[in-house]
């Protein structure tokens, strides 16, 4: 089983950064994409940003300019930097892998890190 953990969560204040990493217990090669999802308060978990194996990355809108993915497959580690943070990134941060299988794609998921953006 695939395990995700992501870590680097925590308080910070608007205007602020934080760096979020998530470590893969299988090399991230067998991942066709690797992406992090977010869970705001009242909201489901929405698309935040991916990355392709082939290096390809797209943003929500929201985020664009702001959050910067990026993949080291020698660590096998995603990571989030978030610049500019607004009170409205508050919420729960998910780490997503995704390989392909037979009847579709195969999704695993980390357990979640708390970001709070509050003065």
């Known amino acids: 089983q695939v395990q995700l953990v992501e870590s680097g969560g925590g308080l910070v204040q608007p205007g602020g950064s934080l760096r979020l990493s998530c470590a893969v217990s299988?090399?991230?090669?067998?991942?066709?994409?690797t992406c992090w999802y977010r869970q705001t308060p009242g909201k489901q978990r929405e698309f935040t940003t991916c990355?392709?194996?082939?290096?390809?990355?797209n943003y929500e809108d929201s985020v664009e300019g702001r959050f910067t993915i990026s993949r080291d497959d020698a660590r096998n580690t995603v990571d989030l930097q978030m610049d500019s943070l607004r009170p409205e990134d508050t919420g729960v941060y998910y780490c997503?892998?995704?390989?392909?299988?037979?009847?579709?794609?195969?999704?695993?998921w980390g357990q979640g890190t708390q970001v709070t953006v509050s003065s």
């Open positions: 990355m392709t194996k082939g290096g390809a990355s």
């Open positions: 997503n892998v995704a390989r392909r299988g037979g009847a579709g794609a195969i999704n695993y």
């Open positions: 299988e090399p991230l090669f067998d991942f066709y994409v």
